[in-house]
Nanobody, 129 residues
Framework: QFQLAESGGGLVQPGGSLRLSCVAS????????MGWFRQVPGKEREGVSC????????????SVADSVKGRFTISRDDAKNTVYLNMNNLKPEDTGIYYC??????????????????WGQGTQVTVSL
């Protein structure tokens, strides 16, 4: 069983930073593309960023949502079976539940939620004064 567990969410003021972590257990992440998604009530789940199983295959122009370009950075440490999302200059519109997801895929990742097979439980991020 492939399980994902997010952590690092919380309350932060506008302009602040957070680092989300997602630890995978049950199998290696080596052959999986990893993604971060977020959802707010009444809206569809949005693909924030993804990273291919091999970071060199990631098309960085397409792997990050326009709304977070220049502010969010995804990275992975396969030795630790962990993927990260560094979030800087946070804005109130970044508020939502952030989910980590995995798709068994070789090659470029995609930010389409229905492509992903495994999901974590989510971590709440709130950006507010």
């Amino acid at each position: 069983q492939f399980q994902l567990a997010e952590s690092g969410g919380g309350l932060v003021q506008p302009g602040g930073s957070l680092r989300l972590s997602c630890v995978a257990s049950g199998r290696s992440m080596d052959y999986y593309a990893m993604g971060w998604f977020r959802q707010v009530p009444g809206k569809e789940r949005e693909g924030v960023s993804c990273i291919s199983n091999s970071a060199s295959d990631t098309n960085y122009a397409d792997s990050v949502a326009d709304s977070v370009k220049g502010r969010f950075t995804i990275s992975r440490d396969d030795a630790k079976n962990t993927v990260y999302l560094n979030m800087n200059n946070l804005k109130p519109e970044d508020t939502g539940i952030y989910y980590c997801a995995a798709e068994r895929r070789i090659g470029m990742c995609v930010r389409t939620p229905h492509s992903y097979d495994y999901w974590g439980q989510g971590t709440q991020v709130t950006v507010s004064l």
